[in-house]
């Protein structure tokens, strides 16, 4: 089952946010041989998706998301839903994390 996790992005500026896997004993994942990939959507039904990059540290059970600037700068302000899915190199599909993401209006501009 998928651990809650929330998250806040600022429009307009360059994200990431580190999300720890651990086994049933609270121990590190090890993510070898895994493939990990994460979206955002409005909604669940949502056509439209917003990808996270995504950086494994393997031994350590950490994926990292990433989003660019000009990926944040294009999504509106307000409420979104997410979650990270990892593959193993058998094709089994786990997801490990979801949750919402609040997207915080930009002021500045260029």
């Known amino acids: 089952m998928a651990i809650k996790a929330n998250l806040v992005i ?21 993510l070898t041989g895994y493939t990990s990939s994460a979206q955002m959507r409005k909604s669940y039904a949502s056509e ?14 950490q994926i990292t998301l990433i989003m660019s600037n000009s990926v944040t700068n294009q999504l509106d302000p307000g ?12 094709g ?3 997801r490990v994390v979801e949750g919402i993401v609040t997207v915080t209006p930009g002021i500045t501009r260029s």
């Open 48 to 61: 439209t998706a917003y990808s996270f990059t995504t950086s494994d540290n393997d031994s350590l059970g």
């Open 92 to 94: 089994l599909v786990t």
């Open 10 to 30: 600022d429009q307009g500026t360059d994200f990431s946010a580190v999300i720890d896997v651990v086994d049933a004993n609270g121990d590190a994942f090890d």
């Open 79 to 90: 409420r979104y839903l997410y979650d990270v899915e990892i593959t193993s190199s058998g």
